[in-house]
Nanobody, 118 residues
């Protein structure tokens, strides 16, 4: 299983970015997917997750109302639309697959850097 995250970059505060995570496996549509982030000097933290059919989403309090997670199972891709970005959103963003059998995120993408300037 390979997860390829993309879409990161440098943006000014208040701006927007859309991250994408493309999965290599055909069974992508049967897994819950999540986005996490890790800022310099900090631990990795949960950002958002979406159920396998896309009908259920969960967000960290710090991004609620600003970020939207979605997925396109036909394209084996999960997205993270980030609006009203703040400097504190600066981090490497990772997508991950949730394994229901192991009850953990078991495969991770390589990460994409988001830098928000003030």
């Amino acid at each position: 299983v390979q997860l390829q995250a993309s879409g990161g970059g440098l943006v000014q505060a208040g701006g927007s970015l859309r991250l994408s995570c493309a999965a290599s496996e055909r069974t992508f549509s049967t897994y819950r997917m999540g986005w996490f982030r890790q800022a310099p000097g900090k631990e990795r933290e949960f950002v958002a997750a979406v159920s396998w059919v896309g009908g259920s989403t969960t967000y960290a309090d710090s991004v609620k109302g600003r970020f939207t997670i979605s997925r396109d199972n036909a394209k084996n891709t999960v997205y993270l639309q980030m609006n009203s970005l703040k400097p504190e959103d600066t981090a490497v963003y990772y997508c991950a697959r949730f394994s229901g059998s192991a009850y953990e995120y078991d495969y991770w993408g390589q990460g994409t850097l988001v830098t928000v300037s003030s």
